[in-house]
């Protein structure tokens, strides 16, 4: 167990609809990432979050929406899915900025997302 | 901008053979971070190593070891002795100025019995 949590695990949803996931990181860790693994795009990173506010962005679609909670939790809102949106999409939380060092980024175990 | 290849998109080796996954990156940072992740079939992402830019000692763990040479811009893995369980996609990442992380396609290693 990472201890970052991702919920749910497992989502199946048609086109053109709305999804959210949710992600617990491991206490302490301010940083809540989101990257998307598709098989033809492999793991790209979409977001970053650090106490609260957006840090970064990536390869993130307008139709993709994240925040980070006051408690540090975080949530991906996916909408107006298509079927190329199907992936696994992974939190991941490290614990401090990253403005002097790397520190390691700790990966849940992602929610793989299923657009029929 | 950065960029990471893992050339070798799929490997395959008999169990107790050594094997080296590639991994070659693009920066223009002078400071900067290379991670090695396994990614086994359950899906999730597990950290294997992380090595500064400034570190070019080479990193021996068990049955793992890797090689870090700055002037090929090359960071290789290699697993001695290779197990069933070794079975998995390794991915190699870096991450420069920026908070991001940026992965190599990954490479699939299958260990047979």
């Known amino acids: 167990d990472s201890g970052v949590t991702q919920t749910p695990k497992h989502l199946i949803t048609a086109t053109g609809q709305r999804v959210t996931l949710r992600c617990s990181p491991r206490s302490g860790d301010l940083s809540v990432y989101w990257y998307q693994q598709s098989l033809d795009q492999g793991l790209q990173f979409l977001i970053q979050?650090?106490?609260?506010?957006?840090?970064a962005k990536g390869n993130i679609l307008e139709r993709f929406s994240a925040q980070q909670f006051p408690d540090l939790h975080s949530e991906l809102n996916l909408s107006s899915l298509e079927l190329g949106d199907s992936a696994l999409y992974f939190c991941a939380s490290s614990v401090r900025e990253l403005s002097t060092g790397a520190n390691v980024l700790t990966f849940g175990a992602g929610s793989r997302l299923t657009v029929l | 901008a950065q960029k990471v290849t893992q050339a070798q998109t799929e490997i395959s080796v008999v169990e107790k053979e050594d094997v080296t996954l590639d991994c070659v990156y693009e920066t223009r940072d002078t400071t900067y971070y290379l991670f090695w992740y396994k990614q086994p079939p359950s899906g999730e992402l597990v950290f294997l190593i992380r090595r500064n830019s400034f570190d070019e000692q080479n990193e021996i763990s068990g049955r793992y070891s890797w090689n870090f040479q700055k002037s090929t811009s090359s960071f290789n893995f290699t697993i001695t002795a290779s197990q069933v369980v070794d079975s998995a996609v390794y991915f190699c990442a870096l991450r420069g100025g920026g908070n991001m992380l940026t992965f190599g396609g990954g490479t699939r290693l299958m260990v047979k019995p």
């Open positions: 979050y650090y106490n609260g506010e957006e840090r």
